[in-house]
C-alpha cells in the first residue's frame, strides 16, 4: 500500500503562484508514474502533469509553460509548481502514484482557488 498526504493549496489572485507536494509512504518502490489531476465543480476528473522515473513530463495543453512537475532526489516526493495562475486553474488537485505492479493510488485532494 500507500500513502499520499498533498499539502500546498489555498486561495490565490489571479497571476500568482502556489506549489502543491504531494509524500508519498508505504511501500513506495520502483513507481512508474507520479502525476498531479484536478477536478473542478461538476467536471470530470483530468490530468495535470505527470512524471516518469527518468524525468520524462508530460502537460495538459492548458498548463504548458506556466506548471512544472518535479520530484525530490528520493523519487517519494513530487511537486507541482503552479504559476501565472488563472480563474480556470481553480479545482481539487489530487496527487495520482502508479506503481510497476499495477498499483493506482491517489491522495485525498487539495482545494486551489484563485479569485479574479
Known amino acids: 500500500q500507500v500513502q499520499l498526504a498533498e499539502s500546498g493549496g489555498g486561495l490565490v489572485q489571479t497571476g500568482g503562484s502556489l506549489r502543491l507536494s504531494c509524500a508519498a509512504s508505504g511501500s513506495v518502490r520502483n513507481f512508474k508514474v507520479m502525476g498531479w489531476y484536478r477536478q473542478a465543480p461538476e467536471k470530470q476528473r483530468d490530468l495535470v502533469a505527470s512524471i516518469a522515473p527518468g524525468g520524462v513530463t508530460n502537460y495538459a495543453d492548458s498548463v504548458k509553460g506556466r506548471f512544472t512537475i518535479s520530484t525530490d532526489n528520493t523519487k517519494n516526493t513530487v511537486f507541482l509548481q503552479m504559476n501565472s495562475l488563472k480563474p480556470d486553474d481553480t479545482a481539487i488537485y489530487y496527487c495520482?502514484?502508479?506503481?510497476?505492479?499495477?498499483?493506482?493510488?491517489w491522495g485525498k485532494g487539495t482545494l486551489v482557488t484563485v479569485s479574479s
Open positions: 495520482n502514484y502508479r506503481n510497476l505492479w499495477g498499483g493506482d493510488y
